[in-house]
């Protein structure tokens, strides 16, 4: 019979490799696949396996956990049926709404006093890292996990997946606030710019892993988006740091 059920955790074609060879121990289970990108894992087995079996599977790797509730005794879930064939719209559509978002209240932040592009750009990067730093701290150790799979400092450093959605707040505020312009810019420009060089590595080796961007909340695969995203910090830091200059 098969088996698909929901589990958290994964982040890379590694994860999919582990889960597949521990759920394949489970005695009754004669083949298993995994998918990262849809969070799924399908068995087939001679017999039904229940959840504290599967749990017992993935004991000693708790990164891999077992959504409570989300055993589904059909041969596809509603989760899988619902992503399958997703168009390009649909699969960025939640970074394209908060991107909208931020973009629209910024612009009519400007609409009293008249627009001034620094104090427009101050704001639109305000809300940017607010927001973004919000769904990164969500999940903490799911971002952390996330961002060591590409990060150039994360890879080395695990702590530095965990201090940087504080860095994106602290940005957040300051840019908010307006505090010490010229050192928060710089400060930004070397931070996106070394975040940077590990989003264009993993797109251009064509990693299938998912961006960090939005924490572990939305599964949105790494692609050229986040490369523009990330660039964007970049060239508006830089020009805010040579208009203070």
């Known amino acids: 019979m098969n088996q698909t059920f929901q589990i958290s955790g994964l982040t890379c074609t590694g994860c999919e490799s582990k889960v597949k060879e521990l759920l394949s121990k489970i ?7 995994v998918d990262f990108k849809l969070g799924l894992a ?3 087995s001679k017999s039904k396996i229940g959840m504290i079996e599967l749990k017992n599977a993935l004991k000693d790797y708790p990164k891999y956990q077992i959504i409570e509730n989300g055993l589904i005794t059909d041969n596809i879930s509603p989760k899988m ?3 399958i064939g997703k168009s390009w719209m649909e699969t960025y559509k939640p970074i394209l709404l908060i991107f909208g978002f931020i973009l629209g209240l910024s612009l009519l932040s400007e609409l009293k006093d008249g627009f001034q592009t620094m104090r427009w ?11 973004f730093s919000f769904f990164k701290l969500l999940n903490l150790r799911g971002f952390a996990s996330s961002y060591s799979m590409y990060d150039i400092l994360a890879k080395r450093f695990w702590i530095w997946g965990f201090i940087y959605p504080f860095l994106e707040l602290g940005l957040g505020i300051g840019y908010f606030l307006n505090l010490f312009p010229i050192g928060l810019n710089f400060f930004n420009l070397v931070l996106m710019s070394i975040s940077m060089v590990g989003v264009v590595w993993a797109v251009f080796q064509k990693q299938e892993i998912q961006c960090a961007c939005l924490g572990d909340v939305f599964n949105l695969p790494m692609s050229t988006v986040t490369i523009i995203e990330d660039g964007l910090m970049v060239l508006m830091s830089g020009w805010m740091l040579i208009s203070l200059l």
């Open 27 to 33: 005695p009754q289970v004669t083949g298993a696949k």
């Open 42 to 44: 399908e068995i087939e």
């Open 81 to 83: 049926e619902s992503i």
């Open 121 to 131: 750009m101050n704001h639109f990067m305000a809300g940017f890292f607010l927001v």
